[in-house]
């Protein structure tokens, strides 16, 4: 069913006394002084259409002095009829065109009418966000866009953190010097040093009191040389134990540089330090490498997320070729809609009104004045194009634009 506006009849609605319009043409031109009430001739067409929406925006919609209100649209195929009274809420009724009535009239306007009260310049006023949001809702995109969005901002998020994680280890690592590969593995022990030391001072004292045995030994076998006479026994034996206590002195160690000992332990604590600053550079350096590898990780899952987005929306059927969306707005051929040219602007919005109402080929425009001529033609090839009926309110002092609209009714 396509359907467009054959006559619109509209009696005490708003500041209208009695407005008759029979429309030729794909663009209808209601035009007037200000304060003639003209934009209640569009305000009319919608609140015959649009039921709550259009009552909830006009809480007057009958005439000073009157009871009641119609506003009749002959549709072609249906005919469509509102009534306010003062006393009820009024009554709504479609039939067809042979006078059969619609059990359900409001749901039948429903599915005629698009998501977007049919205001083709709606959606140029619309911010960005509300934009996408508009776009979102006319196609059938095979991803929830606010769910991926979230995954994105949960990984940029965490990408983010783990970056400054990474910053902060690099500044740590700058800090130490670099690996010294002669420094040994762990730190050692200032008591460990001083037992060394005192072991190796035994040793010494050790070897100290058998050289001091031997040299008593040297003496009793001189002695015992000059007394050979006496005690050639005594010699005898002196002498084995002489050579017994070369032979001891033979196996032990060389004596110990204690001096050597000492010098260590008084650089101890610099090794340490610097022993110290090598494990923490290490740890620091595995702790950064670690951070490194989880951002190039959630950079890949980004680019993931990216690349699903983009393969997704290249799939989707936009009403408008080129037209997309990204996180920062909708988009016309890559670049943002709100930087293309108030015609191109123009030519999408107009085009998203007509797709979201392809069975009630109408939209109006309010504010029409604002429009100059380019976009007046765009709107009259677009309209033309596509067998759409574009009803626009313009102020005109003259007369000769459209249909003029005096103190309420058409003028004559």
Do not use: C
């Not at 429309?23 to 919608?46: E, F, M, Y």
């Not at 690996?179 to 022990?189: C, F, K």
């Amino acid at each position: 069913m396509s359907l467009r506006v054959l006559s619109l009849r509209a009696e005490n609605y708003k500041r209208l006394v009695v407005v008759d319009i029979s429309p030729t043409g794909n663009v209808v031109t209601i035009a007037g002084r200000n304060a003639q009430v003209k934009s209640s001739v569009l305000d009319a067409l919608w609140a015959a259409l649009a039921g709550g929406d259009a009552s909830r925006a006009t809480q007057q919609p009958i005439r000073d002095g009157q009871d009641t209100a119609v506003v009749r649209l002959d549709l072609g195929d249906l005919i469509v009829t509102r009534r306010w009274t003062k006393d009820d809420a009024g009554t709504l009724t479609v039939e067809s065109a042979d006078g059969a009535r619609y059990s359900s009239p409001q749901k039948v306007l429903d599915e005629l009418l698009g998501r977007r009260a049919f205001d083709p310049l709606a959606f140029v006023r619309q911010s960005a966000k509300d934009q996408v949001a508009t776009l979102v809702s006319m196609v059938e995109l095979p991803f929830d866009p606010d769910d991926l969005e979230r995954q994105r901002k949960g990984v940029y998020d965490q990408r983010t953190e783990v970056g400054r994680d990474v910053v902060r280890l690099e500044a740590q690592l700058a800090a130490y010097a670099a690996p010294d590969p002669t420094l040994p593995a762990e730190e050692s022990s200032a008591a460990d040093l001083l037992a060394e030391a005192d072991a190796a001072r035994a040793v010494n004292a050790e070897i100290d009191r058998e050289i001091d045995i031997l040299a008593a030994k040297d003496t009793i076998a001189e002695k015992a040389r000059e007394a050979l006479a006496l005690a050639q026994a005594a010699v005898e034996r002196a002498e084995f134990e002489q050579e017994a206590q070369r032979k001891l002195l033979a196996t032990l160690p060389e004596r110990a540089d204690v001096a050597a000992i000492t010098d260590r332990l008084s650089g101890l604590e610099d090794l340490n330090r610097r022993i110290r600053d090598q494990k923490h550079r290490a740890a620091v350096a595995d702790e950064l490498a670690d951070r490194k590898e989880a951002r190039a990780k959630l950079t890949i899952r980004l680019d993931e997320i990216e690349k699903q987005k983009a393969d997704a929306l290249a799939a989707v059927q936009f009403p408008v070729p080129g037209l997309s969306f990204d996180d920062a707005g909708v988009t016309l051929n890559g670049i943002p809609l709100g930087q293309a040219s108030s015609a191109e602007q123009l030519r999408v919005s107009v085009a998203l009104a007509m797709a979201a109402n392809p069975k009630l080929r109408v939209l109006r425009i309010m504010d029409g004045s604002l429009l100059d001529q380019e976009s007046m033609a765009i709107i009259s090839e677009l309209a033309a194009a596509n067998d759409y009926q574009v009803w626009v309110e313009v102020v005109d002092e003259s007369g000769k634009v459209g249909i003029t609209i005096e103190d309420g009714q058409v003028a004559r």
